[in-house]
Nanobody
Framework: QVQLVESGGGLVQAGGSLRLSCAAS????????MGWYRQAPGKQRELVAS???????NYADSVTGRFIISRDNAKNTVYLQMNSLKPTDTAVYYC????????????WGQGTQVTVSS
């Protein structure tokens, strides 16, 4: 099993910044890609950004140029730096870790609320 614990959410005004952290523990040798998803009320959960174990990144179009994902393999932690936040970024943000096994198993954190006021 892998446990993911998120931190760093909160309330911020539009244009502000927040940094989310996600610390992994447990069978971390089984982790491949890590990422952040978000789910706004009434909407489906969507990928925000992901990073491979080698550091390659992928972003949703809506956050490209504003958000930066990074990963510290020594600390088993993934970060999401969110800049120029918009009210449309308001959502619960979930940390995700994909296993190296086949088929792939996805581990999830408990979620952290991000609220951007206008």
């Amino acid at each position: 099993q892998v446990q993911l614990v998120e931190s760093g959410g909160g309330l911020v005004q539009a244009g502000g910044s927040l940094r989310l952290s996600c610390a992994a523990s447990g069978r971390i040798f089984n982790i491949n890609d890590m990422g952040w998803y978000r789910q706004a009320p009434g909407k489906q959960r969507e990928l925000v950004a992901s990073v491979t174990s080698g550091g390659a990144t992928n972003y949703a179009d809506s956050v490209t140029g504003r958000f930066i994902i990074s990963r510290d393999n020594a600390k088993n932690t993934v970060y999401l730096q969110m800049n120029s936040l918009k009210p449309t970024d308001t959502a619960v943000y979930y940390c995700n870790a994909a296993s190296k096994t086949f088929p792939t198993f996805h581990y999830w954190g408990q979620g952290t609320q991000v609220t951007v006021s206008s």
